[in-house]
């Protein structure tokens, strides 16, 4: 059997590179490795033997403690390093995680870090509570002015972390601008990719730094799976590594080996949650009771262009804006038979929630209404669209 790193090298492929599904199927793991078995054994371990003192010593053989790694979490890493083009992956407990160990391993007292205003909540919530504690200046930045970051850069700047799109309102940015702005005044770039994945966007090789995913979204892809990964490109690895080891976390291997399970059929998922997103994104442009719909795919939305230039698709997250207070809104989501209420997304049900984006410096609460964010799951369209209808007659929009 030939094997897909070998298949990149083959003179009788032409030198191609394989495709992004048949890497999904196949990186990672190497059968031939563990008595021919396709998928990597779950090691569950604290304790590796050492045949003497010597190798202890130098710590010479391939694993030693299970907290370092072991046959399962080198699977899942190896397969994201490939999808990524990254140098090394590391494995955390939760996406949160893999925001906040980073930022540990690249941030000291007196140091400055710039955050897109659009990013991801929780994030905003460990900066403001921890970083600032620590010492550490933090600025945001307005998403639409992104490439202007130059003038807010300053010899303590260590960081510079972006989100594209912004999380609930879409923002985009020029990211290979910005991170080139970010290395040429000595920062290293951080990007949250969980809403593209590696299948639509790899921010490495635009030149950032670091590759930031909340594996429980599209890879785990059932709702069933907390984990975050975090890749690096050859400057970052050995510093995020040994950051990783002096904090003392990893991935548990059943939830490791499930979002391996997940990766293995994330591309022909995510054509589906985009597919009927894009078409019910469109649908909702044409109904009344909508001011606006926030999909960066959509060629209305300010940062179509933007998206349009660096990705390679759109998934299956996007929000609205519905033309109705808080109880006409909340009438409607609760009117809903299939969009369940509650966090996260990537899951394999369609969800619905009330964007609150009362954190934000630069984003205003829209004048013509609430903003709605909506995870499309992979139920039939006719029923999403169903549903949806169904919910806005409930509540007399
Ligand atoms: C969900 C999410 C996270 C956090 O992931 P958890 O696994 O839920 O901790 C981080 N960043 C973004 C953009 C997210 O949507």
Redesign the pocket.
């Given at each position: 059997m030939m094997k897909v790193r070998e298949l990149q090298d083959d003179p009788a492929s032409g030198g191609r590179k394989a495709g992004l599904n048949t890497r999904l199927a196949h990186s990672g793991f190497d059968p031939a490795e563990y008595h021919g078995f396709v998928n990597p054994p779950v090691v569950h371990a604290s304790t590796v033997l050492y045949p003497d003192v010597a190798t202890m010593k130098a710590h010479s053989q391939k694993y030693r403690y299970a907290l370092w790694g072991t046959p399962t979490t080198d699977a899942l890493e190896a397969a994201l390093t490939e999808l990524e083009g990254a140098a090394g992956t590391i494995l955390l407990?939760?996406?949160?995680?893999?925001?906040t160990v980073p930022l540990l391993a690249f941030l000291s007292a007196g140091d400055h870090c710039l955050i897109v205003d659009s990013?991801?909540g929780?994030?905003r919530r460990f900066a403001d509570k921890v970083l600032r504690r620590m010492g550490v200046d933090v600025t945001y930045f307005d998403p639409h002015e992104a490439n202007d970051i130059a003038r807010l850069m300053r010899p303590e700047t260590k960081v510079v972390f972006l989100?594209a799109p912004g999380?609930n309102t879409f923002e985009m940015i020029d990211v290979a601008r910005v991170a080139k702005i970010a290395r040429d005044g000595g920062a290293v770039s951080m990007l949250?990719?969980?809403?593209a994945t590696p299948l639509f966007f790899r921010p490495i090789e635009h030149g950032v730094d670091l590759s930031?995913?909340?594996?429980?979204?599209y890879p785990g892809g059932h709702s069933d799976v907390?984990?975050?990964s975090v890749s690096a490109n050859s400057s970052t690895y050995a510093r995020l590594r040994e950051n990783q080891m002096i904090i003392g976390v990893n991935a548990a291997p059943d939830d490791t080996y499930l979002v391996l399970r997940g990766l293995r059929t994330m591309g022909v998922r995510l054509a589906r949650h985009g597919d009927t997103a894009m078409r019910l994104a469109q649908w909702l442009e044409s109904q009344p009771s909508v001011a606006e719909v926030l999909h960066p795919a959509l060629p209305s939305f300010k940062g179509h262009e933007l998206w349009k230039s660096q990705f390679d698709g759109a998934s299956g997250?996007f929000s609205f804006v519905l033309r109705a207070d808080e109880a006409a809104g909340s009438r409607f989501i609760e009117a809903l038979k299939i969009f369940g209420l509650g966090?996260?997304?990537?899951g394999f049900e369609s969800l619905i929630l009330m964007v609150d984006l009362s954190d934000r410096i630069y984003a205003k609460k829209p004048e013509a209404g609430i903003v709605i964010r909506l995870q499309i799951g992979l139920e039939d369209y006719e029923d999403l669209q169903n549903d949806l209808r169904m919910g806005f007659a409930a509540a007399g929009l």
């Open positions: 407990p939760s996406g949160l995680a893999a925001v990013v991801y929780p994030t989100e999380s949250d990719n969980t809403w930031i995913h909340a594996l429980t979204k907390m984990l975050g997250l966090y996260s997304w990537g």
